[in-house]
């Protein structure tokens, strides 16, 4: 759904739902009548499409009867076909109608059915609210998550149904295929010129329920979002492997999305980004940038990630390093000369580390660590802590920069030592996460109380 004018976006909208239709097909010679039975896709107040076991000349006029999901009354009106197409098999084609005769009461009805199942005005309350995430439920209220913390809407609840039609309204046919065989979706709309959503729809004890992640898709500078300069001195690194890490909702694809805009604006570079799926869209300026979309444009970060090798890249940002063979690439691909710039769910350097190698096999992790001392240039790991003016959060990061000591104590699988190393580095102007939130603190952006809680949360998995 690409749409920037919410007056258009309205009026085009239309419900995704499954009901019968009873069809008084309209012989144009004889006005003769011949009934059918068709099921509906959708509907809006202009029209409805639905499908049917046969081909229909455009034009035909059709009396048409049927009964909307949850309102006990029956709607009669009068319709003309204007498209059709194959919708599946010989047998099976889509008809698209619009209402030629429609009672003002039945119009009302529709209308009642598309404002009660209008996502667009949901996705417009969570931008209104500035909430990162809507949170689609069965049988419950939406919720979302601002600043933070999660707090029910004032909404009606959502029936089972609702929630899966509400969802289905903006997925493609095909995705609608692959969600019903694999029980997990992941995909993103635009929704107008400032705003992405990143959707993942999943099933939750056989209900469909969805997270809807708000992006903006203004790319934030280093300076934007306060990061520390020497991201800045990774960024223009020729080769190695460079973990952006934190936990899930901490910011990791914007510092990402950051990276590769200073980049792009000061290499001549071809950069190709793998996502699941695209959240940032760049505009080539010195460098030419391809985004490949896992599950449209690919199979998988590990297929991907090796087709990638073979595609003159400078640079590659791995959307997710999720399994061995992804992780395996991303660091021959280190090693092979090219930067490579990945995201890792992990809640601190150590960890991010420790379990990046615990992926393989035990007997592995010593030659593992070995090459991972090898090609890594640095590990950036950032939390998003709530503003003491609750005005949204900001973040605090971790710097690691690989250096020779850095690099020995991979190798040795001494991780305890980091923290030490990295407070000890001053010339390499690493950073520890105490620092950054002590600053914080200092510039009165965030209060102690919120500062201690972070610091604890950050240092507990520290072994």
């Not at 970060?301 to 690439?329: C, H, M, W, Y």
């Not at 992926?359 to 590990?379: E, N, T, V």
């Amino acid at each position: 759904m690409i749409a920037f004018n919410i007056h258009e976006r309205r009026k085009a909208y239309r419900v995704y739902y499954d009901f019968i239709v009873n069809c008084e097909i309209i012989n144009p010679k004889d006005s003769s009548l011949r009934n059918k039975t068709a099921l509906a896709r959708d509907i809006n107040s202009e029209g409805i499409y639905f499908e049917i076991d046969e081909s229909l000349t455009l034009g035909t006029a059709i009396n048409v009867s049927f009964q909307l999901p949850q309102i006990n009354s029956s709607i009669q009106a009068t319709v003309k076909v204007v498209k059709v197409e194959i919708a599946g098999g010989e047998s099976k084609f889509g008809i698209g109608a619009i209402f030629t005769k429609l009672e003002d009461r039945d119009s009302g009805l529709i209308k009642q059915l598309m404002e009660r199942l209008n996502i667009n005005r949901l996705l417009e309350l969570i931008i209104k609210k500035e909430g990162s995430d809507l949170h689609l439920l069965a049988e419950r209220v939406p919720y979302i998550r601002k600043y933070g913390e999660i707090e029910p809407l004032d909404w009606p609840k959502l029936s089972a149904p609702d929630v899966k039609y509400l969802l289905y309204t903006i997925m493609t046919k095909q995705q609608i295929k692959n969600f019903e065989r694999d029980k997990e979706l992941d995909f993103a709309i635009q929704y107008d010129m400032l705003n992405r959503f990143r959707i993942n729809v999943h099933q939750q004890k056989g209900f469909t329920e969805a997270t809807l992640r708000l992006i903006n898709t203004k790319i934030s500078s280093f300076e934007d979002l306060s990061i520390p300069k020497v991201v800045e001195d990774l960024a223009n690194i020729r080769d190695g492997l460079i973990i952006i890490a934190g936990p899930t909702g901490s910011g990791k694809t914007t510092t990402i999305a950051a990276i590769v805009d200073f980049i792009n604006h000061k290499r001549k570079a071809v950069i190709i980004t793998l996502e699941r799926p695209i959240e940032y869209v760049y505009s080539d300026e010195k460098s030419i940038i391809k985004q490949r979309e896992v599950g449209i444009d690919t199979y998988s970060f590990s297929s991907a990630l090796k087709s990638t090798l073979r595609q003159d890249p400078n640079v590659i940002v791995v959307g997710e390093l999720d399994d061995i063979e992804t992780i395996r690439t991303a660091i021959i691909a280190a090693e092979a000369g090219h930067l490579v710039i990945a995201s890792f769910h992990a809640p601190n350097t150590i960890q991010a580390i420790d379990r990046l190698v615990s992926i393989f096999p035990f007997d592995a992790r010593k030659h593992i660590l070995s090459q991972l001392s090898h090609c890594l240039r640095g590990i950036i790991t950032q939390i998003l802590i709530p503003r003491c003016d609750r005005k949204g959060r900001v973040l605090a990061t971790e710097v690691l920069v690989a250096t020779d000591s850095v690099k020995r104590i991979i190798r040795n699988d001494e991780l305890i030592q980091i923290p030490t190393s990295i407070q000890t580095a001053g010339a390499y102007r690493m950073q520890r996460m105490s620092e950054s939130i002590k600053k914080l603190v200092d510039q009165q952006v965030i209060d102690p109380q919120t500062a201690d809680f972070y610091s604890e949360e950050f240092t507990k998995y520290v072994r």
